[in-house]
Structure formats: C-alpha cells, structure tokens
C-alpha cells in the first residue's frame, strides 16, 4: 500500500514562499506520476502541478504557472512543490497524488495524502 504524508504548509505573508514536500512510502515513486491539489474552503478540488514518472514533463493549472514548481527526488521517494509568489487566493489544503500523468487534463491517481495547510495573508 503506497502512503503519502504532506508537510512545509503554514501562514505566509502575500508574495511569500513555501517548499511543500510529499514523502512516499510502501513502494518506490518511481513508477509513479506524481501531482499536486488543492482545495480551498467552500470549493472543489483543484489540479495544481503533476510531474511525469520520467521526470520529463511537467504540468501545471494556468494559475500557478510561473509561480509553482514541481519536482521529484526519486532517491528520497519525495516529490517538492515550491509555492513562489503567494496570492491570499492560493489558500488551500494542498494534497500529493500519486497515479499516471499524461497531461494537464490528463491523469488518474490511487493515492492520496491527508494535505498540508497553506494560508496566505493580505
């Protein structure tokens, strides 16, 4: 059974910076596409950035782009999400995912974490 466990949430200021990392364990990530959600109160659940298995190819929602960047450390059986540039509107609870990714419309994961808390203050 593939777990994942969120960190690096918290309260920041607007235009500040987080590193939220995911740690994967029960089986290697490497097989794995690996993505990022979020879901702020009152809304739904929102893609954010998914990474390929091969590393090659990343995806992100038109919101985040230039701001988020995805990466995964396969050693570590980590992937990072580095929250550039934070807007109030960002706040969420930010979920890992682990599945296929085949694009940005394009993916399907088995696994969740629990999220990790990102507050974004005016």
């Known amino acids: 059974q593939v777990q994942l466990v969120e960190s690096g949430g918290g309260l920041v200021q607007a235009g500040g910076s987080l590193r939220l990392s995911c740690a994967v364990s029960?089986?290697?990530?490497?097989?794995?596409?690996m993505g990022w959600f979020r879901q702020a109160p009152g809304k739904e659940r929102e893609f954010v950035a998914a990474i390929s298995t091969n590393d090659e190819n990343t995806y992100y929602a038109e919101s985040v782009k230039g701001r988020f960047t995805i990466s995964r450390d396969n050693a570590k059986n980590t992937v990072y999400l580095q929250v550039n540039s934070l807007k109030p509107e960002d706040t969420a609870v930010y979920y890992c995912?682990?599945?296929?990714?085949?694009?940005?419309?394009?993916?399907?994961?088995?696994?969740w974490g629990k999220g990790t808390l990102v507050t974004v203050s005016a």
């Open positions: 995912a682990a599945g296929w990714v085949g694009g940005r419309f394009s993916y399907g994961m088995n696994y």
């Open positions: 029960g089986r290697t990530m490497r097989g794995y596409g």
